[in-house]
């Protein structure tokens, strides 16, 4: 109803009850509904997400805490990743050409060069402060991030021979601080776990986070450089990564370690001689590395042979770009489902598991020799990135119930860099390989065979048969 006079400037508005009224959606304009549409359905879904994350215990613990600073970061490195997408450093694409992925592969290895023989066991002797640790990773990638904004001066794709001097150094400069927060995430972890979850959930929990915030962030990126452009793109990433940081400083103080205090879960291994330290290795570790490795090998095959194959070969006459598409899809599908039924699986002893999960992506890759289509690949590529998923997930929980706090960051170094140079040699073969579906899945199914094979020689029963009087330490 019209009641007198408008107030002035309030000409043709409708009354409101009061509170703050942004008018009908036709008054508002449709960009500005769809606007406010987004956000309140964005906030709604953060809410939801922040009740689920505070669930059984993990809120209390301090556990919520640092996956929601995991999942800041990681939308930290998704914002740096688009404005980089453009350039000479990052321009890596199915169609490039084989001498350029093979230079990003090699590029990929780098930061582990450093981070295995140096930051990893530099990050053993500060985990009394290992907030700080955290924090650090953060504000070096905030500054490497304004450091690459002021390189891109002419823009992504003119980067002159001067400003790369600045360019790829700060690059990889955040991808050596990235695996360095990884790292000492891990080894964080086992602190902040409430009583009742396990550590493969608790993980899962941190890697399902690490992939749904990126994807969130990726989009409005790509949003942010093609209106504004990679410098201020760059400069959002750099404010985020400084939240970050002060997220990670405001975790529980339990995320320290103290020098009178063991991990709960490492005081039953302890009493039965069975603590691990640096250059000890128990055979259940050995076993998870194996076979996670082995699926990490076969997740850079897949993503490199798949590309090239499925580029020159498309499937069922779809063009080349939608079967890329699938492929990557089918891939990030995978991870997710692995992510999500990994905590299903802590109660399965890690070499059984180990032989299901290689027995499973063995008998498809198998499968697609001799029927070779685009349903039998996207089966591979789901298959392959849910049994890796699931394989790390299991790794990181051996890792850190059997290793000794006091070391446990620089066995994440050593893990993490066999990790990658797997993924590299698959992704090196891959690229090597002539454009033939057979001979790739065949050489892919060898491989995996012979991990399936070692898997099942070390199983409990075998190895019993074998040393009637074992002397390796019991498993957790």
Request: proline residues 5%.
């Amino acid at each position: 109803m019209y009641d007198g006079p408008a107030e002035p400037g309030e000409q043709g508005r409708p009354a409101s009850s009061g509170g703050t009224d942004h008018g009908p959606p036709h008054q508002r304009g449709p960009i500005a509904s769809v606007a406010v549409a987004s956000w309140r359905a964005a906030s709604t879904s953060v809410a939801r997400a922040r009740l689920w994350n505070q669930r059984d215990g993990a809120g209390a613990s301090g556990l919520a805490a640092l996956i929601e600073t995991h999942a800041v970061q990681a939308a930290g490195d998704a914002t740096i990743a688009v404005a980089l997408a453009g350039s000479l450093f990052f321009s890596v694409s199915p169609a490039a050409a084989r001498s350029k992925i093979g230079l990003y592969l090699l590029i990929t290895m780098l930061p582990f060069v450093v981070i295995a023989p140096i930051l990893g066991p530099l990050l053993d002797r500060v985990r009394h402060g290992r907030r700080l640790a955290l924090a650090a990773t953060m504000v070096a990638r905030a500054a490497l991030a304004l450091a690459i904004g002021h390189s891109l001066a002419h823009g992504a794709h003119q980067v002159s021979a001067t400003e790369a001097l600045t360019l790829y150094p700060a690059a990889l400069g955040v991808l050596v601080a990235s695996r360095a927060y990884g790292i000492a995430r891990s080894a964080a972890v086992p602190r902040l776990v409430p009583h009742g979850m396990t550590l493969v959930q608790a993980n899962s929990r941190l890697t399902l986070a690490g992939v749904l915030s990126p994807v969130a962030a990726g989009v409005l990126a790509v949003g942010v450089v093609r209106t504004f452009g990679a410098r201020v793109e760059l400069f959002l990433g750099a404010i985020v990564y400084l939240v970050a940081a002060v997220m990670a400083v405001r975790l529980p103080a339990n995320a320290d370690g103290t020098e009178d205090r063991t991990d709960h879960r490492n005081d039953a291994m302890t009493s039965t001689g069975g603590l691990l330290r640096l250059g000890q290795v128990t055979d259940e570790v050995r076993a998870a590395l194996r076979s996670a490795a082995a699926l990490r090998w076969l997740s850079g095959f897949m993503l490199f042979f798949g590309a090239f194959l499925i580029r020159f070969h498309p499937l069922r006459g779809l063009p080349a770009n939608v079967c890329l598409g699938l492929l990557g899809l089918s891939i990030a599908a995978g991870n997710i489902v692995g992510t999500t039924l990994g905590p299903r699986t802590a109660g399965i002893a890690a070499r059984r598991l180990s032989v299901t999960l290689l027995g499973a992506t063995t008998a498809v890759c198998v499968l697609t020799i001799f029927y070779f289509g685009l349903t039998t690949v996207i089966v591979l590529a789901l298959v392959g990135s849910a049994a890796a998923a699931v394989a790390k997930l299991a790794l990181d929980g051996t890792i850190q119930r059997q290793i000794d706090e006091a070391v446990r960051t620089s066995v994440f170094a050593r893990s993490e860099t066999t990790l990658q140079l797997a993924w590299v040699i698959g992704g090196g073969i891959g690229i090597l390989l002539p454009e033939h579906a057979s001979l790739g899945f065949a050489v892919a199914a060898l491989v995996l065979a012979v991990a399936l094979v070692i898997a099942i020689r070390g199983m409990p029963t075998l190895r019993r048969s074998r040393q009637p009087e074992p002397t390796d330490a019991p498993a957790c």
